[in-house]
Nanobody
C-alpha cells in the first residue's frame, strides 16, 4: 500500500560525502514525520535524523554538524546529506515515514524502507 525506497548509498572514503534519498509512494494523503535510521553489524538500529512536516529537525549527537536532513513534502521525499563521513558511519541506512495517512484507511501508520548500505573505508 505504501512503499519507501532508499537510494544513494555506496562506498566512500573517510572525509567524503554521500546524499541519500527516500521516496514514499502509494495513496498517501499526508506524512507527519520522516527520518533516517542506521544499523551497523552487531548493533541495534539507531536514529540518525528526523524531520517533521513543518521542517523541525533532530539529530543524533554523533552526526550533528556533519549530516543534514531535508524533505520535499510535495514529492513525499526525504534526503540525508552526509558530509565528513567516518568509518563509524558505516551501516545500513533506513528511511522511516511516521504517521502516514493513506486514502481509504483509518488512522495513521508508520512505514520503513528496505535500507541502503553506506560503507566508509579507505
Amino acid at each position: 500500500q505504501v512503499q519507501l525506497v532508499e537510494s544513494g548509498g555506496g562506498l566512500v572514503q573517510p572525509g567524503g560525502s554521500l546524499r541519500l534519498s527516500c521516496a514514499a509512494s502509494g495513496s498517501i494523503l499526508s506524512i507527519n514525520g520522516m527520518g533516517w535510521y542506521r544499523q551497523a553489524p552487531g548493533k541495534q538500529r539507531e536514529s540518525v535524523a528526523i524531520i517533521s512536516s513543518v521542517g523541525s529537525t533532530n539529530y543524533a549527537d554523533s552526526v550533528k554538524g556533519r549530516f543534514t536532513i531535508s524533505r520535499d513534502n510535495a514529492k513525499n521525499m526525504v534526503y540525508l546529506q552526509m558530509n565528513g563521513l567516518k568509518p563509524e558511519d558505516t551501516a545500513v541506512y533506513y528511511c522511516k515515514a511516521y504517521g502516514v495517512k493513506v486514502l481509504g484507511a483509518l488512522g495513521r501508520y508508520d512505514y520503513w524502507g528496505q535500507g541502503t548500505q553506506v560503507t566508509v573505508s579507505s
